[in-house]
Antibody, heavy 126, light 107 residues
Framework: QVQLQESGPGLVKPSETLSLTCTVS????????WSWIRQPPGKGLEWIGY???????NYNPSLKSRVTISVDTSKNQFSLKLSSVTAADTAVYYC????????????????????WGQGTTVTVSS | DIQMTQSPSSLSASVGDRVTITCRAS??????LNWYQQKPGKAPKLLIY???SLQSGVPSRFSGSGSGTDFTLTISSLQPEDFATYYC?????????FGPGTKVDIK
């Protein structure tokens, strides 16, 4: 059964770059879309962006200028970089598998985000 | 952006109660609507996808309905392990958005 595990520094200084990695185990990263989602303390969920195993990406416009998501299929990992962080970026960061129905060269996000990592807390503070 | 709203924002219920949570989209999203359950300190868990399809392993007391802009999540007989926060999420747009959540606690 597929499992996801986030890893990375728990403390990042303001103006620096937050870097997290999600390792996929129990299955292949290939043929799936993969998302990052975050949750500030006591608040709701915010989708950050997704990447297809081929490397194509889509980002939340509110974060697009600061976000980069990449994939390393040889390591079965995908990563998140968020630059110029502020205290507002303090959150629990989750990675998740975004299952889709694909047909005729198009993919439709109908199956939801069905596998999630346990989440990692990132605090932005000097 | 497609805005998602949920009602109520919180509710108190007893074990065995029937619970209904409503989610509304700011524009039609067909059936591209998913429901998640989140317990404190845990990752969200997918319950329902495509508005009404039960995720594998999820108890049948959970059900979803709706299409277009209005959706509901129903728990037919609330169990102790169901006390949690529930989020809807639309995947119609390439910009995914979540509802603000509905917290279900013990009466």
């Amino acid at each position: 059964q597929v499992q996801l595990q986030e890893s990375g520094p728990g403390l990042v200084k303001p103006s620096e770059t937050l870097s997290l990695t999600c390792t996929v185990s129990g299955g292949s990263i290939s043929s799936y879309y993969w998302s990052w989602i975050r949750q500030p303390p006591g608040k709701g969920l915010e989708w950050i962006g997704y990447i297809y195993y081929s490397g194509s990406t889509n980002y939340n416009p509110s974060l697009k200028s600061r976000v980069t998501i990449s994939v390393d299929t040889s390591k079965n990992q995908f990563s998140l970089k968020l630059s110029s962080v502020t205290a507002a970026d303090t959150a629990v960061y989750y990675c998740a598998r975004d299952r889709r129905y694909c047909s005729g060269g198009s993919c439709y996000s109908v199956y939801g985000m069905d596998v999630w990592g346990q989440g990692t807390t990132v605090t932005v503070s000097s | 952006d497609i805005q998602m709203t949920q009602s109520p924002s919180s509710l108190s219920a007893s074990v065995g109660d029937r619970v209904t949570i409503t989610c509304r989209a700011s524009q039609s999203i067909s059936s591209y609507l998913n429901w998640y359950q989140q317990k404190p300190g845990k990752a969200p868990k997918l319950l329902i996808y495509a508005a009404s399809s039960l995720q594998s392993g999820v108890p049948s007391r959970f059900s979803g309905s709706g299409s277009g802009t209005d959706f509901t999540l129903t728990i037919s007989s609330l169990q102790p392990e169901d006390f949690a926060t529930y989020y809807c999420q639309q995947s119609y747009s390439t910009l995914y958005t979540f509802g603000p959540g509905t917290k279900v606690d013990i009466k």
